[in-house]
């Protein structure tokens, strides 16, 4: 799934554009508040859904080579957060939707395919 | 007042040095709250309170050219003699001790010492005001270098000579609930290893457990010490911390279990997939942990194209 599937078919603001913005793969989702659920996964270059807005959550994507986060619930990311963002070269989005709207819509992309 | 007592010959090197290298312009407040000529001096209380200064320059319309000063000093003096409707120019101080922004601070220091007052305005080469120091600028310029230095000597202090085969070490300081700085250490670890082309997969599973346990010291312990170590063939890394202790150890290890609470939650902590997280990367994982003495976690990630010993 590209980057750009996830810009069309959510409602969302860029926040900041990370490494390799325009041709990003997302092979999949992973959705949690929690970082260490984040840390469980083992693939990588996965999209993180969350409605955490600290920087734990930059630091998390960078660990796990996760090019991408979306913020949920309308929520702004708290001051460090961008800079890390922008530091790691790591993609903030912010979409007004809560979560399982978010897998909803993007879960009914992937099924299709 | 007492003087600031670092501008001696006694001081260590590193101070006078310092004092010496910091430029007055590296000090200085930029923004500064200016009044013109004809503002009255009631005005100037006013900007006084609320601006929570003790000094305003009288300059022209852009704030460029300076003509006095009006300090508390000089608000007091009007209050009590029934003239605060005047304009300032009537009563502002003329006979103006003033800096030049290419100064060392020392200069600075020497004329706080010398003539009393609270605050100079900072001039640049073309006459033009620049700036203001006060001493609370001077203070926090100092302790902030200062802290650096002091930063740099404790990383020195506790780095230990290394052992034979050992390639690097590093010891990171990790304080309870330093959300601030949560995650720096493991950030360092990685960057390391980054200069030196480990493959991928290995480097995140180092980075992982070095996160989690990094994150444990934040948010379980007093407070302690993350070890990285590289070894030929082997990352080791350790977290050392002051207490609590874990009551049971096997119980801490299942997945899920946790006893963070709701705030520790709301940062994103708590899954209970910490410790599991941390053994399901590493090769070796032990914990050692006492309760009222403190807690040891040990992991090691042997190293790819080399069998462990
Ligand atoms: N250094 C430590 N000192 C004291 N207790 C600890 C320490 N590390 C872990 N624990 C205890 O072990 C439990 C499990 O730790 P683990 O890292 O697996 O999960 P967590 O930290 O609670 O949540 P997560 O890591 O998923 O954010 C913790 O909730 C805590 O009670
Ligand atoms: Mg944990």
């Given at each position: 799934m590209k980057l750009e599937t996830v810009l069309q078919r959510i409602p969302c603001t860029i926040i900041v554009k990370g490494k390799g913005f325009d041709e990003l793969d997302l092979r999949s989702i992973v959705a949690s508040d929690l970082m260490s659920d984040v840390l469980t996964a083992v693939d990588d270059r996965f999209l993180i859904v969350t409605s955490l807005n600290s920087e734990q959550v930059i630091r998390t994507a960078d660990i796990v080579g996760a090019p991408a986060v979306l913020l949920v619930n309308g929520k702004q990311p708290q001051n460090g957060m961008v800079r890390l963002a922008e530091e790691f070269g790591i993609t903030l989005l912010s979409t007004p939707l809560p979560t399982y709207k978010v897998c909803y819509l993007l879960g009914c992309f992937l099924e299709s395919k | 007042m007492s003087t600031i007592p670092i501008n001696t010959q006694e001081s260590p090197p590193f101070l006078l040095d310092l004092i010496y290298r910091l430029k007055v312009k590296d000090v200085m407040t930029k923004e500064v709250i200016t009044a013109q000529r004809e503002t009255p001096l009631r005005q100037i209380q006013y900007i006084m309170k609320e601006k929570g200064i003790t000094g305003v320059p009288i300059t022209d319309d852009e704030g460029k050219r300076l003509f006095g000063i009006v300090s508390m000093d000089d608000i007091i003096r009007a209050l009590d003699g029934g003239y605060?409707?005047?304009?300032a120019e009537r009563w502002m101080s003329r006979n103006l001790i003033v800096l030049e922004?290419?100064?060392?601070?020392q200069f600075a220091i020497s004329y706080l010492d010398k003539f009393r007052y609270g605050r100079f305005p900072v001039l640049n080469k073309d006459r033009e005001l620049v700036g203001i120091i006060t001493s609370r600028d001077i203070i926090i310029a100092l302790l902030v270098e200062v802290n650096k230095e002091v930063e740099k000597l404790e990383q020195r202090i506790v780095q230990p000579p290394s052992k034979p085969g050992e390639e690097a070490r590093r010891i990171y300081h990790v304080r309870k609930y330093d959300f601030e700085n949560a995650g720096k250490a493991s950030a360092g670890i990685k960057k390391l290893l980054m200069e030196r082309n480990l493959d991928p997969k290995t480097l995140r599973r180092i980075s992982v457990a070095a996160y989690e346990l990094e994150m444990n010291l934040i948010v379980h312990s007093e407070g302690g010490t993350l070890t990285f170590r590289l070894e030929k063939d082997r990352v080791e890394i350790e977290a050392k911390d002051?207490?609590?202790?874990?009551?049971d150890v096997e119980q801490a290890m299942e997945e899920g279990f946790s006893t963070a609470n709701e705030w520790i939650r709301s940062l994103g902590f708590g899954a209970g997939m910490g410790l599991p997280n941390a053994k399901r990367v590493s090769n070796e994982f032990t914990i050692d942990s006492k309760v009222g003495e403190g807690t040891t976690v040990r992991a090691v990630i042997y190293l790819p194209g080399q069998s462990a010993s």
């Open positions: - | 605060i409707q005047d304009p922004d290419d100064m060392p601070l002051r207490g609590p202790g874990i009551p």
